[in-house]
C-alpha cells in the first residue's frame, strides 16, 4: 500500500526518500514502519544534511576515549584514572512553543546524555539567545526558560557553572536555548549503549509512556517553527524528582557491572534508543509495545514507539542478572518492564502481544540517505561587507557615555539575574561560577581542575561564517586560556536555518569549515555536538549560530587565574597588540556599532597563528604565577574588558599609554586574540622573557588603583557608575 | 564522632556533608537511607539539603513520612544533634519537630548567593564557637526559604533565644535589604525548645575550605564537634 | 466510586506573594474588577468506597495529615459519586 503525501509530510520524508526505502526493502512499509523511517531518517537523528560536513571536524587526540558520534556523548581522559564526559544539546523548538518546559527538558535530556554513559552529572551550561527585551514576548520567553532551567537544573542537584545569554531581533521568533551538560567517570566504569548478547533482555525504566511529543525528531527538527505551530505538538512535562531519581539509580546500576548496554530515551523515543542501541552491537532486537507501561489508555504501537515522554531509560541485561537490577530499581521506587530482547537475526521487530506489527532491518533504517548540496553565498553579504567603516561619525558625547551604554546593553550587562536563579555552588567543586571567563571545578581526590567555557557570536558568523566559526572556537579556547586551563576538547552546538536552502547550506558549510580550521590551528578536537536546523521565522533564518561548549584543563587546580584586577599598582597589559590604535575595520560586527550605530556590518577578522600565541602564553605566565588577572577582550573591547576587571576587583584603573587611531574603534573595536592582564610590577622582567619566548606582542596599558577608570583624556568614569551599568543592566531592560 | 547523613530520594547535598564531616574535618560518617531504621553508634544526624520528592505538594511534605522519621525523632528526644540545611530544614518543620513553615521566597524566584547571617545565640551545640552578634558569610541555594510562624509562637521563639541566625547586612544590621527571601524577621535559622535540633536555610557545607570561596561553615560544624567531644 | 475535589489555599493572615504577582498581572491586562488574588493548590482524587461517609472521613485524614499544613494552609473538600467508564 503506498503511502499518502499527507502522511510523509507528517514524518518530514520526501517522496524520493520513501522511493529510495521501498527499493531498499523491495516492498511498501507499513503506516508504523514509515514513522520509524521518518524519526530514524530526520535531520535530528540522521544528519542527513550536516554529516558529510561534520566530518570536517578533528577529531583525533591521544585523550579521546570514544570516537565521536559512536556514543551518547564524548569522552576524554584526564588521568589518575578518571575521564570526562560531555555534549550540548538545542531544544529550541520546544521553548519556543512552551519557554518554561521546553528549556526544562531540554536539561533533562542532555543529563540523561550523560548519566546514560555511567558518568555522574557535574556541571551544566547554558548558551540561551532570544529575541531583544522590550517586546513583551520574548522577555515571555526568556523568563520562561530561565525559569525552566532553574526549575529542572536546581532540583537535580546539577550546578550550573556557566553559559552565555544575547538578545538579537534574529531570534525573535526563534530563541536559541542549548544545554551542555559535564559528567565525571572513572574510566574503567564507562557505560555503552551498544546492545549485545542474544537473548538479553531490553528493560524500560522510568516514567510511563504517554502521547507527548510524538514526531518531535521528524517533525519538530526538519520544519520551521511557523509550521510547527500549526501541528500542535503535545508538549512534553518534565519530572526533575524522576530524572534525580534515575541518575542514582542508573549509576547504582552502572557500578554493579551486571548492564550489558544503557541507552536514554530521546529524541524519537523508544524507536531511536532501542534501534540505535541494536545497529552499534549490530545485532538485533524484538520488542512488545503491550509491555510498555503507559501513561495514557488506546496508544497505538504507532504512538508508543514514537512517544518522546521524559525521563526513561532502557538498559540490556543478562537474564541471569534481571533480579540484581530490578533489585536497584525497587530501591528507588522505580518501574521497570522488560520489554524485549536481543536477537541475532539484523532485524528490529515490534509486536503488539502475539501480533507482528513491523519488521525491519536495522541497516536500512540507521542508513539515511546524505545529502551535499551546492552552497551559495547569500546576497546580504555584499551589502554588510561593503560597508564603509570610516564614514562612522564618532559620538559626540565620548566615551565616557559610550561605555556606560554599552555595559548596561543586556548582551554585556551582568547576567547575574540568570544565574542567581540555578544552584551554581552544590556538589561543592566550583571554585568559579558564572561570570567569568570559565568556569573552573575542582576534581576532587586530585589536584586537578577542570575548565569550562560555553561560545558563540551569531553575528560574526552572519557577517562571514567562516570567520565568525573561527572565532567561535578560538574564544571558547581563550576562555579556557584565562583561567589558565590547557583546551582538552570542544562540543558543539549548529542552530541554522533550512539547509535545504542554499544560502543556508553555505552558512553551514563555510561555519564548520572555520571552526574546523580553528581547532586544528589549536589542536583540540570536537568530541560531541547537535545539529538544530530548520531555525526560522517567515522565511527569515536566524542568524548562523554555532555554539561551542569548551573543556579544559588545570592540572594544578591553585594554578588558576580570574577576571578580577587585585591589587593597586600591578601593571595592567595588553597581550596580542603592541600598541593600542583604534582600526575602523575592527568595528564590523561590534556590540558598539550595532548599540551606537544601530548597524551590523563590516567582516571580523581573525589570526589563528596569533591566536595560538597568545592563548599559550597567557597559560604560560598563569601556571608560572605571573599573572594576578586575566580577562578576555570579547563582546564590546578593550574599555569593556577593563571595566569589567574592575567591576570584579572593585577597584579602579589609570590608563596611561597613547591611543592611536580612532577612539572607538581602540575602545569599543573588537579585533580577536586579546588578552588583559595584570601582573605585579616586580613580575614584569619574567613576564618580558616570556612573552619575548612565545613571540607575542604587548603593550603596558596603565595600573591597577583607585576608585576610578581613567584614561587620559579619555575617559574618567566612576568605579561605582560602571558598577550601576553593568549590573543594573539587564533587570533594567526586563522592567522597561 | 560519628555523623548520619540521611538520604531521601531527591536529596543532593548529602554528599556535600558527608565530604566536609569526613574529609575536611576527618570524623566518621556514614549515609543513612530514608526507608532504614538503624541510627545505632552515631553521635549526630545530618538531615541535607536538596528537592526530596522532588519537594512535590509542599518541600519536606512527603519526606517526613519517611520510616527513618521516627527514628530521627526517637534520636532527637534522647537528646541528640540534628542539623537540618535547606530541604532538611522543611522536614524538621513538616515533621513538627521545628516550628513554623517555610514558605515560597516572596520575589517567587530560586535563588542562589552568598548571604550575612547574624548569631543571634552562641548558646546553642551548634554555635558556641561562635560569638553573639558575629556575622557569618554563608551561602544560600533555595526557592521555598521564606520563614512563617504566628504572632505567638514568634514571641515565644524570641522570648526563649530559640531565633539562632538571622540574615543581615555584612555589618550586622537586619534590614529588609538583607533579607534574601521574606522571611519574618529575617530569621534564617531556629532551634527548638530542647536546644538539640538546629534548621537553617544557608548551606553551611558549601563553605567549609577556603577555595570554595569562604569557611564561616566551620564554625557550625566545629561548634558540634566541640559539644560531642 | 467517587471523585474528591480537594482546594487548599494559604490561612488569610499568612502573605500570598503569588496571588500579589497574579494580581498585578491582571491589573496591567486592564483588568480593574479584580481587588485580590489568593493563589492555592487544586486536588482532584479517586476514591475506591462503598460509602460516601467513609470517602469523606478518607478525604478529611489526608487533608490533616498530607494535603495542607495547618501552619500556614487552610483547606476544603466536595466529595461526588461518579460512575467508573467501563
Known amino acids: 500500500m503506498p503511502v499518502s503525501k499527507e502522511v510523509l509530510d507528517q514524518v518530514a520524508l520526501s517522496q524520493a526518500e520513501y522511493d529510495l526505502i521501498v527499493q531498499r526493502l523491495g516492498r511498501d512499509p507499513n503506516y508504523l514502519e514509515v514513522g520509524l523511517f521518518g524519526s530514524l531518517w530526520s535531520e535530528h537523528c540522521g544528519y542527513k544534511h550536516s554529516k558529510l560536513l561534520l566530518r570536517e571536524f578533528p ?607 581602540a575602545l569599543f573595536g573588537e579585533a580577536q586574540s586579546r588578552i588583559v592582564v595584570s601582573v605585579a610590577s616586580g613580575d614584569i622582567p619574567r613576564f618580558r622573557a616570556l612573552a619575548r619566548e612565545q613571540g607575542v606582542p604587548w603593550v603596558e596599558l596603565g595600573r591597577v588603583g583607585g576608585d576610578r577608570l581613567t584614561w587620559d583624556g579619555l575617559l574618567d568614569v566612576p568605579l561605582e557608575s560602571l558598577e550601576a551599568a553593568w549590573r543594573g543592566g539587564l533587570e533594567k531592560a526586563l522592567t522597561r | 564522632m560519628r555523623f548520619g547523613v540521611v538520604v531521601f530520594p531527591g536529596t543532593w547535598s548529602d554528599e556535600d556533608c558527608y565530604h566536609v564531616v569526613k574529609s575536611v574535618l576527618g570524623q566518621e560518617a556514614r549515609y543513612v537511607w530514608h526507608k532504614d531504621r538503624d541510627l545505632s553508634g552515631l553521635d549526630c544526624l545530618i538531615l541535607p539539603g536538596g528537592f526530596s520528592y522532588g519537594d512535590y505538594l509542599r518541600t519536606g511534605a512527603i519526606a517526613r513520612f519517611s520510616p527513618v522519621m521516627e527514628e530521627v525523632e526517637r534520636f532527637a528526644r534522647r537528646g541528640g544533634l540534628v542539623l537540618g540545611i535547606c530541604n532538611g530544614f522543611q522536614i524538621l518543620c513538616e515533621a513538627g519537630m521545628l516550628p513554623g513553615a517555610l514558605m515560597r521566597n516572596d520575589h517567587l524566584q530560586f535563588r542562589c548567593q552568598w548571604v550575612n547571617l547574624r548569631v543571634e545565640s552562641s548558646r546553642t551545640p551548634f554555635t558556641s564557637e561562635c560569638k553573639e552578634g558575629q556575622v557569618l558569610r554563608i551561602p544560600i541555594s533555595h526557592g521555598e526559604g521564606n520563614y512563617y510562624a504566628d504572632a505567638d509562637t514568634l514571641a515565644s521563639l524570641r522570648a526563649k533565644g530559640q531565633v539562632v541566625f538571622r540574615y543581615c547586612t555584612p555589618g550586622g544590621d537586619i534590614t529588609p535589604e538583607a533579607n534574601p527571601n521574606g522571611s519574618l524577621e529575617n530569621i534564617a535559622g531556629i532551634i527548638n525548645a530542647q536546644g538539640n535540633v538546629l534548621g537553617m536555610m544557608p548551606h553551611p557545607e558549601r563553605c567549609c575550605e577556603a577555595s570554595l570561596g569562604g569557611t564561616d561553615g566551620r564554625f557550625i560544624f566545629e561548634s558540634m564537634l566541640k559539644v560531642l567531644a | 466510586m467517587f471523585l474528591a475535589r480537594v482546594y487548599v489555599t494559604l490561612k488569610p493572615t499568612v502573605n500570598d506573594p503569588q496571588g500579589k504577582t497574579i494580581l498585578g498581572g491582571l491589573k496591567t491586562l486592564g483588568f480593574d474588577l479584580a481587588t485580590e488574588v489568593r493563589a492555592g493548590k487544586y486536588l482532584e482524587i479517586k476514591l475506591s468506597s462503598p460509602e460516601r461517609t467513609l470517602a469523606e472521613a478518607a478525604v478529611e485524614e489526608m487533608c490533616r495529615k498530607l494535603l495542607a499544613n495547618p501552619v500556614i494552609e487552610s483547606y476544603r473538600y466536595e466529595v461526588e459519586e461518579v460512575i467508573p467508564r467501563s
Not at chain 1, 538485533?284 to 525521563?311: F, H, K, N, W
Open chain 1, 59 to 665: 577529531s583525533q587526540s591521544p585523550r579521546l576515549l570514544v570516537m565521536p558520534g559512536a556514543e551518547n556523548a564524548g569522552v576524554v581522559d584526564i588521568g589518575d584514572g578518571l575521564a570526562v564526559v560531555m555534549k550540548v544539546e538545542s531544544h529550541n523548538h520546544p521553548s519556543a512553543v512552551e519557554p518554561f518546559q521546553g528549556a526544562a527538558t531540554g536539561v533533562g535530556g542532555i543529563v540523561r546524555d550523560i548519566f546514560t554513559m555511567g558518568a555522574r552529572p557535574i556541571a551544566l551550561l547554558n548558551s540561551l539567545r532570544f529575541g531583544p527585551l522590550d517586546n513583551p514576548q520574548n522577555r515571555y520567553l526568556f523568563g520562561g526558560v530561565v525559569g525552566g532551567i532553574s526549575w529542572y537544573g536546581n532540583c537535580i542537584g546539577v550546578p550550573d557553572v556557566g553559559g552565555e545569554v544575547c538578545f538579537s531581533s534574529s531570534y525573535a521568533g526563534n530563541p536559541l536555548v542549548n544545554a551542555m551538560c559535564v559528567g565525571l567517570v572513572e574510566r574503567d566504569k564507562l557505560m555503552r549503549s551498544r546492545a549485545s548478547g542474544i537473548g538479553n533482555l531490553l528493560i524500560l525504566v522510568g516514567a510511563d509512556t504517554g502521547r507527548d511529543g510524538i514526531h518531535g525528531a521528524s517533525g519538530l527538527a526538519s520544519r520551521t517553527f511557523e509550521e510547527e505551530r500549526e501541528m500542535r505538538p503535545t508538549v512534553q512535562v518534565g519530572n526533575p524528582f524522576l530524572e534525580k531519581v534515575l541518575i542514582e539509580a542508573c549509576l547504582e546500576m552502572a557500578a554493579t557491572g551486571y548492564l550489558v548496554a544503557m541507552q536514554d530515551l530521546g529524541a524519537a523515543g523508544l524507536t531511536s534508543s532501542v534501534i540505535e542501541s541494536a545497529a552499534k552491537g549490530g545485532v538485533g532486537v524484538t520488542i512488545d509495545v503491550a509491555r510498555v507501561p503507559r501513561r495514557e489508555e488506546g496508544m497505538t504501537p504507532y504512538e508508543v514507539m514514537l512517544s518522546e515522554s521524559q525521563e526513561r531509560m532502557l538498559v540490556v541485561v543478562s537474564q541471569e542478572h534481571e533480579q540484581d537490577v530490578v533489585k536497584v530499581f525497587q530501591k528507588w521506587d522505580l518501574e521497570s518492564s522488560v520489554i524485549g530482547r536481543v536477537t541475532d537475526d539484523g532485524l528490529v521487530r515490534i509486536f503488539e502481544g502475539e501480533t507482528l506489527v513491523a519488521s525491519l532491518p536495522i541497516d536500512i533504517l540507521t542508513d539515511p540517505p546524505l545529502y551535499r548540496l551546492k552552497g551559495v553565498p547569500p546576497s546580504y553579504l555584499e551589502e554588510t561587507r561593503g560597508f564603509d567603516m570610516e564614514s562612522l561619525s564618532l559620538p559626540p558625547e565620548g566615551a565616557g557615555p559610550v561605555l556606560l551604554r554599552l555595559l548596561s546593553s543586556p548582551n554585556i550587562a551582568s547576567k547575574e539575574w540568570v544565574y542567581r536563579q540555578y544552584d551554581h555552588q552544590v556538589q561543592t567543586n566550583t571554585l568559579q561560577g558564572p561570570g567569568g571567563d570559565a568556569a573552573v571545578l575542582r576534581v576532587k581526590g586530585t589536584r586537578k581542575a577542570i575548565a569550562l567555557s560555553n561560545d558563540g557570536n551569531g553575528r560574526y558568523c552572519y557577517l562571514d561564517p567562516f570567520v565568525g566559526g573561527a572565532i567561535a572556537v578560538a574564544e571558547a579556547c581563550r576562555n579556557l586560556a584565562c583561567v589558565g586551563a590547557e583546551p582538552l576538547a570542544l562540543t558543539d552546538c549548529l542552530n541554522f536555518g533550512n539547509p535545504e536552502r542554499l544560502e543556508v547550506y553555505y552558512q553551514l558549510e563555510e561555519c564548520i569549515r572555520g571552526m574546523a580550521q580553528a581547532c586544528r590551528a589549536l589542536d583540540v578536537p570536537v568530541i560531541s555536538g547537535n545539529v538544530s536546523l530548520y531555525n526560522e521565522t517567515r522565511g527569515e533564518a536566524v542568524w548562523p549560530t554555532p555554539m561551542v561548549g569548551g573543556l579544559g584543563l588545570l592540572e594544578e587546580s591553585e594554578r588558576q587565574c580570574a577576571t578580577a584586577f587585585r591589587d593597586g599598582g600591578d601593571v595592567v597589559l595588553l597581550l596580542g597588540a603592541s600598541q593600542v590604535r583604534g582600526d575602523a575595520s575592527s568595528l564590523g560586527g561590534s556590540e558598539y556599532l550595532e548599540v551606537v550605530h544601530g548597524r551590523v556590518a563590516g567582516v571580523p577578522s581573525i589570526n589563528l597563528d596569533m591566536e595560538v600565541r597568545v592563548q599559550r602564553l597567557c597559560r604560560r605566565a598563569i601556571g608560572e604565577g605571573l599573572l594576578k588577572s586575566a580577562h578576555d577582550c570579547s563582546d564590546g573591547g578593550l574599555a569593556v574588558a577593563l571595566a569589567e576587571s574592575c567591576i570584579a576587583g572593585g577597584i579602579g584603573f589609570k590608563g596611561a599609554c597613547a591611543v592611536g587611531g580612532r577612539w572607538d574603534a
